[in-house]
């Protein structure tokens, strides 16, 4: 049976993870004193989000609970854990005052997983069957991306594709924010380089390409011929600045959410639920 490891000792070695390290080391896989630079780790947050984390797969390397939540509202993960369902990963706990020392905040979510990174699929394989897909261009703000894919797997989309640039969505801000969506939509990274050969795959994979953008020629979400396209990629670009030039430029389409009260444009998580629920209908 896994251990139940209660804390006496802030300083100790193996929960950096949770206080300690940056995230440039949690990517390199520092965890638990030891380094797997094969595949980095993240941290999960909230009984929501470390579960469906486990439920989709992900390999946990530890827990940290608040241990009112061992009988209270994490009782039933505390149980699953306990029993071993994911082997003898350690189970460590204390009373939220000594959590908050630690964290340096309130651990009001209750419950904390470090996690090993899922091996990244490719475009084509996260794609195959998929006829709307979402894709991230830049974006930077960690809690825009988790709502971009609380949006994407709530409003239709089937699969979510981001640019090396784009803020991580395993971050634990953006899968917080995603309400761990993160882990229910598929989505992978993807090759986006600036002189626009990113379009030409997702052109090869089949996907005609809606880039939202403020251009004077744009069409509404609802424009029916967006409707009607068999496969439908929806471009969401950066906050400030949007899609590149030549992302727009390749783009079969330039789509712009009509605007009021000379509003030129909503930020990047709203637009794209916008997007998402006109485009995502089939």
Not at 51 to 58: H, K, N, P, R
Not at 60 to 86: K, V, Y
Not at 189 to 209: C, N, S, V
Not at 223 to 240: F, Q, W
Request: hydrophobic share 45%.
């Amino acid at each position: 049976m896994p251990p139940i490891v209660e804390i006496t000792d802030l300083c100790d070695p193996r929960l950096d993870p949770y206080a300690r390290l940056t995230e440039r080391q949690l990517k390199q896989g520092n965890a638990e004193g030891r380094k797997t630079p094969e595949r980095g780790i993240f941290i999960a947050e909230s009984k929501t989000v470390v579960t469906l984390a486990l439920d989709a797969g992900t390999e946990p390397l530890s827990f940290l609970m608040d241990e009112s939540q061992l009988r209270g509202a994490s009782r039933d993960l505390a149980e699953r854990i306990l029993a071993g369902e994911w082997g003898d990963v350690p189970l460590y706990t204390a009373p939220d005052p000594v959590l908050e020392e630690l964290t340096g905040f309130s651990l009001n979510r209750g419950v904390l997983s470090a996690m090993r990174r899922p091996t990244l699929k490719a475009p084509e394989e996260v794609c195959a069957g998929a006829r709307r897909i979402a894709v991230l261009e830049d974006i930077a703000d960690a809690a825009n991306v988790g709502a971009v894919f609380r949006s994407a797997a709530a409003l239709g989309m089937d699969a979510v594709l981001v640019t090396a640039r784009c803020s991580d969505p395993l971050l634990r801000r953006s899968a917080r924010v995603s309400m761990g969506t993160v882990f229910q939509i598929p989505w992978t990274r993807i090759a986006w380089p600036e002189d626009g050969a990113g379009m030409e795959e997702l052109r090869r994979m089949g996907f005609e390409t809606a880039a939202m953008t403020l251009s004077p020629d744009s069409v509404p979400p609802d424009d029916p011929r967006l409707k009607k396209a068999e496969k439908l990629a929806v471009l969401i670009g950066t906050e400030g600045t949007g899609l590149r030039a030549e992302t727009v430029r390749r783009a079969d389409w330039a789509v712009k959410i009509p605007m009021f009260r000379g509003v030129d444009s909503l930020n990047a998580a709203a637009a794209a639920a916008v997007a998402f629920w006109e485009m995502g209908k089939r």
